[in-house]
């Protein structure tokens, strides 16, 4: 019999390491290769796990990848694909259930890790709202715009018109920065202060605006900007 190839050794210690320490156990480009793998089975996949790392930054870029950036990469087929999708989604949707059909102004931090998780590595803008019953518990999350590397159209008469047809009290409003830094624009300050104005007229109240960067997140509630 053909002596099996080298890197199988190397799988089970990877996988035995894992199961005994979790994540923590290994480096980024090991917890790649331990996805890529899965999808993979006969190749050593730690060389593409390292290029990608190195292209994209880090293990959360690489997740965030666009699909088709992704594909140009020898290896990555739809099953390998597949497999890096599906964590994104998975975390997203944990995150999510701590949150929906919840009191989200008691829950946030658990608020904060979810836009994060949405929208924290995305490579354009992405504006989002939740909205709110009269008790803040939230009853819909809906991505309202996706715009360019910095800018994202919004229509403040649109906020508000699906915020009356969810018959939601209240809203809170998410976007990301794709170049990191969480600081407000004054077009996000005009902005935000044209729904906050277009609201009052309706009794909807804006309860804060959250810029999502990568390392960090703006809130405008606290900076006193409403």
């Not at 290994?26 to 790392?53: M, S, T």
């Not at 998975?90 to 998780?117: F, H």
């Not at 949405?118 to 819909?140: C, M, P, S, W």
């Not at 703006?218 to 409403?226: A, E, Q």
Request: charged share 25%; glycine share 8%; aromatic share 6%.
């Amino acid at each position: 019999m053909a002596d099996k190839p080298h890197y199988h050794g190397h799988r089970q210690r990877l996988k035995e390491r894992f199961l005994k320490g979790g994540s923590n156990a290994l480096q980024d480009y090991e917890l790649l290769e331990l996805l890529l793998f899965q999808a993979i089975p006969r190749r050593d996949v730690k060389p593409l796990a390292k290029e990608l790392l190195e292209t994209f930054g880090s293990f959360g870029d690489v997740i965030d990848a666009p699909a088709e950036r992704l594909k140009q990469f020898n290896g990555i087929g739809d099953s390998a694909l597949i497999a890096l999708k599906m964590i994104k989604a998975g975390a997203s949707k944990m995150a999510q259930e701590q949150i929906i059909n919840k009191p989200v102004l008691s829950r946030w931090q658990t608020l904060l890790d979810y836009c994060r998780i949405t929208q924290g590595y995305a490579k354009h803008e992405v504006f989002r709202v939740l909205f709110l019953d009269r008790k803040n518990v939230l009853i819909a999350d809906e991505v309202q715009q996706e715009g360019t590397v910095d800018h994202t159209p919004v229509y403040p008469r649109e906020v508000i018109k699906r915020a009356l047809e969810l018959t939601a009290s209240a809203i809170i409003l998410v976007h990301n920065h794709p170049s990191g830094d969480p600081t407000p624009s004054r077009g996000d300050i005009d902005m935000t202060k044209e729904i906050i104005d277009a609201g009052k007229k309706l009794s909807i109240t804006v309860h804060d605006h959250i810029i999502i960067g990568k390392k960090g997140h703006t809130s405008f509630k606290s900076m006193g900007l409403i």
